[in-house]
């Protein structure tokens, strides 16, 4: 058998897969023969099936140290000095709450990453093979992707957060200890008691790590699909504001009392970390694809020579 030439499935009108080769990439891959479309069937529709599930677990897998800290694990009781001013602030209102962060973020990515699939889809810059619509099999795989880098943000941000156990800069006036001098390896706390446990968990910031992941994701998700010539000037406008945003939650983290500035900057780095990992390793977005105008010769031109190929390559 030639190189470049191999059975297909059974029920095809091709009888072979080409592999063709992008003058731009120089990479081999399987493809098409000429414009007839991929024969799954009912298979396809169980490795669709199989994959969501498989996309499911692995994202609630990622999940498992943010659920288990939150519900069934008490941060580290860290002793305090009684004159420590760094944790002898007042207690402040958030500027930006959870709620605020969350209809943010998700707003954000919402508007974003559908109206980007959406043209892509529409332009016909993108194809699946799945069987499912192209414009929910696109959203799936970047919202999966996107899901999966905010579980693992939030668990290692969890982990550190409930092992460590820093008390925040405004932990006294939470505790209202009757007794406090000096250095205190179990304080008496007479405040409430949540409040007490959340007032622990200073180190790092989760509204940084989480602020600066979703943005610098979205960022990143401009970058890839947001490339024509006319948005050279919206491109970087949409991305600075993105970023914007989240470091200034991180700033009024630091302004509100809720975390020392030691923790925002980790929990910035972390975020954009795992933003980058996640859209290097995960989501593919700069991945390098062969030229749109390049396609493989029409099987119609070469089935004669497709078929001497193979039956030479099998004596």
């Known amino acids: 058998m030639s190189q470049g030439h191999f059975p297909f499935i059974k029920g095809s009108r091709c009888g072979y897969i080409q592999t063709c080769v992008s003058p731009a990439t ?37 999940s498992l140290p943010f659920v288990i800290m939150n519900i069934a694990s008490q941060p580290y009781q860290r002793g305090i000095f009684c004159q420590d001013e760094s944790i002898g602030y007042p207690v402040r209102m958030d500027t930006i709450t959870h709620v605020t962060l969350a209809a943010v973020t998700i707003t954000c990515t919402i508007i974003i990453i559908s109206s980007g699939e959406a043209y892509l889809v529409y332009s016909k810059k993108i194809h699946s093979n799945s069987t499912f619509n192209q414009y929910v099999s696109a959203i799936y795989k970047v919202l999966g992707a996107f899901l999966f880098g905010g579980a693992v943000s939030q668990s290692l941000t969890d982990l550190a957060k409930y092992t460590i156990g820093r008390p925040r800069p405004h932990f006294l006036a939470v505790c209202a200890p009757k007794v406090c001098k000096g250095y ?13 446990t959340e007032a622990r968990l200073s180190f790092y910031s989760g509204h940084s790590s989480f602020g600066m992941y979703c ?30 945003f989240a470091v200034y939650v991180g700033y009024t983290r630091v302004s509100d009392y809720k975390h020392h500035w030691s923790d925002v900057l980790v929990g910035l780095l972390q975020g954009a970390l795992i933003a980058i990992l996640t859209v290097r390793y995960v ?13 493989c010769p029409e099987i119609g031109a070469e089935n004669e020579e497709q078929k001497h190929s193979f039956r030479g390559g099998a004596q």
Not at 29 to 35: I, N, S
Not at 44 to 58: L, Q, S
Not at 184 to 196: E, H, M
Request: hydrophobic share 50%.
């Open 26 to 62: 120089s990479v081999h891959r399987p493809r098409r023969c000429g414009k007839d479309v991929w024969a799954v069937g009912v298979y396809g529709h169980v490795y669709d099936m199989a994959r969501n599930v498989f996309w499911v677990k692995t994202v609630w897998s990622a």
């Open 184 to 196: 205190v390896a179990a304080i008496n706390c007479t405040g409430d008691a949540r409040a007490v």
């Open 215 to 244: 943005m610098l994701f979205l960022a990143f998700y401009v970058q890839a699909r947001l490339n024509a010539k006319w948005a050279r000037l919206l491109r970087p406008t949409i991305q600075f504001f993105l970023v914007a």
């Open 283 to 295: 989501a593919n977005f700069f991945k390098v694809r062969p030229s749109p105008e390049y396609s």
